[in-house]
C-alpha cells in the first residue's frame, strides 16, 4: 500500500454545499508496480462525530435510542433505527459532544466515561470519523426524560435492553446501525455487563 504523503490530490471540485459538504477529487494513487493511476472519489464530510452506549452494571441493562433514519428508510428498511447515542462534534471535543448527547437524547448524565474506541463507518464515501465511549450510570444519573431536541426535529424513544437481547436483537437484524453494533460488541468482548464489578 503506499504511503500517506505518496498519494497527491490532483483536482479537487466541490459538488454541492448544504448541511455538509460533497467534492469530487482526482488523486494520483501509486501502485506496486511503479506506475500511477488517476482515481475519482466523491467524499461527503458533515464533520466528524461521539458516540455512547450507556450501561447500568448494576441492572445489567443498557439505555438505547429508537429514531427515524431517511437513508435505511430510502434503502427499504425500517428507518426507525435503534441505536447508541451520538451526535456531530461541532465545536465541542469528543467527550463533551457523547455527554451531551446523552443528556439530550435520554436524559442521563453517566457517572464514568470509557474511551473505546474511533471507527469509520462508511470510509469509502464518508470523512467521519466516530469518537466511540462507553458511559456509566445508575438511576441516580437520572436528569431528565429525554427524548432529543425538538427545534432539531428529533423524536427519540427511549429503549432498555438487557445485555443478552441486545445481542439477540444484533443476531436478528433489529441494530443494524453500524456504531451500535460496534459498541455492544466491545462491551461483551471486554465483559463490562457480565460482572458489574468491571469497568
Known sequence: ?????????T????????????????????RRDGTSVSL???VYDHGSAAAILLLDTDRRV???????????????????????CAGLLERDDPETCAKK???????IVPSRLQFAFQIYASPGSLSEKIHCFVGFYDEG???????????????????????????A????????????????QY??????LADPRRG
Open 187 to 192: 462491551a461483551a468482548i471486554n465483559g463490562l
Open 62 to 84: 443498557m439505555t438505547l435510542v429508537r429514531q427515524f433514519r431517511l437513508p435505511p428508510h430510502l434503502n427499504g428498511d425500517d428507518g426507525n433505527l435503534i441505536e447508541v
Open 1 to 9: 500500500m503506499p504511503a500517506h504523503n505518496a498519494i497527491t490530490i
Open 141 to 167: 444519573c437520572r436528569r431528565g426524560p429525554g427524548g432529543g431536541l425538538a427545534e432539531e426535529g428529533e423524536e427519540i424513544t427511549l429503549v432498555e435492553a438487557g445485555f443478552d437481547q441486545a445481542l
Open 11 to 30: 483536482a479537487k471540485k466541490i459538488l454541492a454545499r448544504a448541511w455538509g459538504s460533497l467534492t469530487e477529487y482526482v488523486l494520483a494513487y501509486p
Open 169 to 184: 436483537m444484533i443476531d436478528q437484524g433489529q441494530i443494524i446501525d453500524a456504531k451500535s453494533v460496534a459498541l455492544i
Open 101 to 107: 448527547e446523552a443528556l439530550e437524547e435520554t436524559g
Open 40 to 42: 475519482t472519489r466523491e
